[in-house]
């Protein structure tokens, strides 16, 4: 049988559409990789010195990082069980997180704000944030879905720059 016209037109854009997709999440992936080197170099002076639960803290975030870093990686590969296994490994983190903050544990090496104190409550609701778009992430790693990975990927990250701006010192 001879496809038609309006049926190949249809195939080729779907091929388009999913070509533009893939180079969408390409170019992602290299921005999230070449910001996660950027700020693990400057973490690398920052875990100088430190102990404790500060050191346990940055420890956790560091992990994290390297999750999320390889996961735009496994993105363009497309290989959604490990895209889940990793995001999972983050969200058991981001549960943890605001008991990673006990009062008085800032300054010194600690790039935390007094703000995580003085608002522990919006602190405690964007890591709550963080492992609901998690949550996002794993749902669609497992139902394989690149589209939905993608946006639920954009949200992870959104979530991690939303605490940072308000939290971390830069």
Same mark, same amino acid.
């Given at each position: 049988?001879?496809?038609?016209?309006?049926?190949?037109?249809?195939?080729?854009?779907?091929?388009?559409?999913?070509?533009?997709?893939?180079? &969408?999440?390409?170019?992602?992936?290299?921005?999230?990789?070449?910001?996660?080197?950027?700020?693990?170099?400057?973490?690398?002076?920052?875990?100088?010195?430190?102990?404790?639960?500060?050191?346990?803290?940055?420890?956790?975030?560091?992990?994290?990082?390297?999750?999320?870093?390889?996961?735009?990686?496994?993105?363009?590969?497309?290989?959604?069980?490990?895209?889940?296994?990793?995001?999972?490994?983050?969200?058991?983190?981001?549960?943890?997180?605001?008991?990673?903050?006990?009062?008085?544990?800032?300054?010194?090496?600690?790039?935390?704000?007094?703000?995580?104190?003085?608002?522990?409550?919006?602190?405690?609701?964007?890591?709550?944030?963080?492992?609901?778009?998690?949550?996002?992430?794993?749902?669609?790693?497992?139902?394989?879905?690149?589209?939905?990975?993608? &946006?639920?990927?954009?949200?992870?990250?959104?979530?991690?720059?939303?605490?940072?701006?308000?939290?971390?010192?830069?």
């Amino acid at each position: 049988e001879t496809p038609t016209t309006p049926n190949l037109i249809q195939k080729s854009g779907c091929r388009e559409v999913n070509s533009m997709n893939r180079k &969408a999440r390409i170019a992602l992936a290299l921005t999230v990789t070449f910001s996660a080197s950027i700020a693990g170099m400057a973490q690398l002076s920052a875990h100088d010195g430190a102990t404790g639960v500060v050191k346990q803290r940055m420890d956790g975030f560091k992990a994290s990082q390297q999750n999320l870093k390889a996961i735009s990686q496994l993105m363009q590969m497309e290989e959604y069980a490990e895209i889940a296994e990793r995001a999972d490994k983050m969200r058991s983190w981001g549960v943890a997180i605001p008991d990673a903050f006990p009062a008085g544990s800032g300054g010194g090496v600690s790039d935390a704000r007094p703000e995580i104190w003085e608002d522990f409550a919006g602190f405690t609701l964007a890591a709550s944030n963080h492992v609901d778009a998690l949550d996002g992430l794993i749902g669609a790693a497992k139902a394989g879905d690149a589209n939905a990975v993608t &946006a639920a990927f954009k949200s992870v990250v959104g979530t991690c720059k939303a605490c940072h701006m308000k939290f971390r010192k830069m």
